[in-house]
């Protein structure tokens, strides 16, 4: 499994795959169909070089722009498979690694857009409150289990309670948010303690909506 450190050797000319109203989280999966030339040469050199695609979100209003500015923290990750299609294009898998800011785009000497990036993931520096965290997760997880079985089946899959506090969060966040924007604010989210004290409150907020409409369901 590729880590932080296969990603930073590429750091000041990361390639750029710029899309609207997508967020790659670390330690998640992403399907992408490449059928645009230049991006048909930028997942091959990433694959014949070995190198890390930025997955970066498109600001909303820049969507029709030739050039579309994109937001300046992405995801990053490695391609696991890659099948050819027979027109030319490709089926790829990305796994996310880890998250960068976006600091300067190189000159356009490539088909495809690069950038001079720099990590920006940190661990807690408080781990007696990343415990405490992780004891609260646990227990809305066993709650999870009784109130919505299938998204307690979901998580059960990805969470491993004795990862650390940002790669759980990570996980869980892939997993609960739907929404692009709700997904960019995680990601955005560099903090590890505040993103997992944020997917622990969305949680419970799911769990609380599902219980209200148990109810109200058992007393029609």
């Known amino acids: 499994m590729k880590t932080l450190e296969d990603v930073r050797p590429h750091l000041r000319e990361l390639s750029i795959f710029p899309l609207p109203d997508v967020v790659l989280f670390?330690?998640?999966?992403?399907?992408?169909?490449?059928?645009?030339?230049?991006?048909?040469?930028?997942?091959?050199?990433?694959?014949?070089?070995?190198?890390?695609?930025a997955i970066a979100t498109i600001l909303p209003d820049e969507v029709q722009s030739q050039r579309p500015r994109v937001e300046s923290i992405a995801g990053v990750g490695f391609i696991e498979s890659m099948g050819e299609l027979p027109d030319g294009g490709f089926l790829i898998q990305v796994v996310g690694v880890t998250r960068v800011a976006i600091d300067e785009e190189l000159p356009d000497?490539?088909?495809?857009?690069?950038?001079?990036?720099?990590?920006?993931?940190?661990?807690?520096?408080?781990?007696?409150?990343?415990?405490?965290?992780?004891?609260?997760?646990?227990?809305?997880?066993?709650?999870?289990?009784?109130?919505?079985?299938?998204?307690?089946?979901?998580?059960?899959?990805?969470?491993?309670?004795?990862?650390?506090?940002?790669?759980?969060?990570?996980?869980?966040?892939?997993?609960?948010?739907?929404?692009?924007?709700?997904?960019?604010?995680?990601?955005?989210?560099?903090?590890?303690?505040?993103r997992l004290n944020t997917v622990i409150e969305q949680l419970s907020a799911i769990l609380a909506r599902v219980a209200t409409a148990s109810h109200k369901q058992s007393l029609n």
């Open 26 to 53: 670390p330690y998640s999966m992403m399907p992408l169909h490449i059928f645009e030339e230049r991006y048909i040469r930028m997942v091959q050199d990433a694959r014949d070089r070995r190198k890390p695609l």
């Open 109 to 194: 000497t490539r088909p495809f857009r690069r950038a001079k990036t720099r990590l920006v993931e940190f661990e807690g520096r408080d781990a007696d409150k990343g415990r405490r965290l992780l004891e609260t997760l646990k227990f809305v997880l066993i709650s999870t289990r009784t109130s919505s079985p299938k998204l307690a089946r979901m998580l059960e899959q990805v969470v491993n309670l004795a990862e650390e506090p940002g790669v759980v969060a990570d996980k869980i966040a892939h997993v609960l948010y739907t929404k692009p924007l709700s997904r960019l604010q995680i990601l955005q989210q560099l903090d590890p303690l505040v």
